[in-house]
């Protein structure tokens, strides 16, 4: 009750919610930089932090809504995986094109961008009430532990 007055989610879901306004939030300072060097940082913070949420929130969320009774569930963890491969696809893209400064990179950036609050506007409505209504509380609350220790896992051997 006191976290629904405050905005706030339930365990997993609030720490997923947390991570997607800080991925946006370094896109933008990507677009704004016009330093070669600082653009070449933010980019490979932001690939480090996004590659990191989505593995660890497919092994601890999606897996379990894929294996769910509920067909809304299961489609929309299906749709969801696609996605997130494409976004992968879109980050390996911008990674092996060098030149951070280019029109074409800006553009692949913007591409980035769309595919991501696409993707991040599903999961927290579709997503998340798939969520509430498979898992109680304190299941969300553990899978939030899981999905904490999971990430920094894979976020030191991305780095
Ligand atoms: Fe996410
Ligand atoms: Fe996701």
Known sequence: ??????????G????LHN???EIASLINRIEKSDDRAEREALFEEMKTKLLGHAHAEQEV???RLEGSQSEASRGFALEGSNEHQ????QLEKMSADRDRMSETWMAELKVL?????HHVKEEETTGFSCARDDFAKDELEAMAQQFQIRKAQLMTKVA
């Not at 009750?1 to 989610?9: K, N, Q, V, W």
């Open 86 to 89: 494409i976004v992968e696809n």
């Open 113 to 117: 961008r769309e595919l991501i609050e």
């Open 1 to 10: 009750m006191i976290r629904e007055l405050l905005g706030l989610a339930e």
């Open 61 to 63: 969320l999606y897996r």
């Open 19 to 21: 991570d997607h306004v």
């Open 12 to 15: 997993i879901l609030q720490d």
